[in-house]
């Protein structure tokens, strides 16, 4: 692909489209930043340091300017400077979270299986929400703590009792209750990964979040922003899950009227591959459905931050 002439802290496609910020997290997300040690990521840093302080080497291309800004995006929090911990960043999220996927679509799970694997997922979840959340305001990991007991308790809940109210009606035909059970883990996770978002960060409604001018430079601290990037976050979180999980279970049963039937051995295989493709388009979809830095008319917002910019709109990052 061409690559434009480089903007620093801009993006190469346009953030104002959908189809703009779906090709933005797809660079984002690339698994291949997982790989890139500290010697690199220096590298990088060192690059755009150099690009903003006009002291660039003449042969340094366009091209290794945006790679240098993909992967310090990928790896370093906007708001903290510090790298995340590989699992959580959003470039590890489909590999890391593929066999948690893959687990929860077992088929006929038992009770351990289920709990096990809707837990496994919501730590999972919590670790990226932490990871990934707005730290432009100090908050105690108690308040995180109790988040992710109150998501995890959601998920296991909805999990369990949705597979014991399937498993009892006895007017479902055992063939339909095994189609039926396979898509259980989609309104569990659904619902407990809209949770999670909003019990990891229902501080920041108490709290606020910092609201930015055009180049970046706080203005105040602001509570509606906060409620707004929530919102956003969740209505990204509920609609994860919904490819991840209809699409495999989908074509699961599709081959096992033909190819499962001749060769049983490769269901894991194939439930993997279904899993990773389908992990793999649903996060930017998911992710892209609102801006990471997002806009709103100042005024909406409180007297106090409208007394401190005669700007017409300022941004908040909501996170990722």
Known sequence: MSYPPFELGKSRYDLNTYWG???????????????VNDKKLNECRQLLEQYESKTLPANVTDKELWEAQKTVQAIVHPD???????????????PFGTPIVVGLLLPDPTLKQIIFWQWFNQSH????????????QHTPVSKFAIGYLSAVTVSVSIAVGLTMIIRRAKSLPPTLKNVVQRFVPLPAVACAS????????????YDGIEVLDEKDKPIGVSKVAAKKALTEMAMARAFLPVPIFFFPPVIMLAFEKNILRRFPRMSLPLNTLACTLSFGLALPMSIALFPQKAKVATNELEK???????LPYVYYNKGL
């Open 304 to 310: 106090e931050i409208q007394a401190k910019t005669n």
């Open 194 to 205: 809209t949770c999670n978002v909003l019990f990891m960060r229902f501080h920041e409604l």
């Open 80 to 94: 903290t400077g510090k790298k995340i911990f590989m699992p959580f960043r959003m470039a590890g999220y489909v």
């Open 125 to 136: 979840n919590a670790g990226v929400n932490y990871a990934n959340r707005n730290a432009t």
């Open 21 to 35: 910020r779906f090709l933005h997290f797809m660079n984002i997300i690339d698994p291949r930043t997982l790989l």
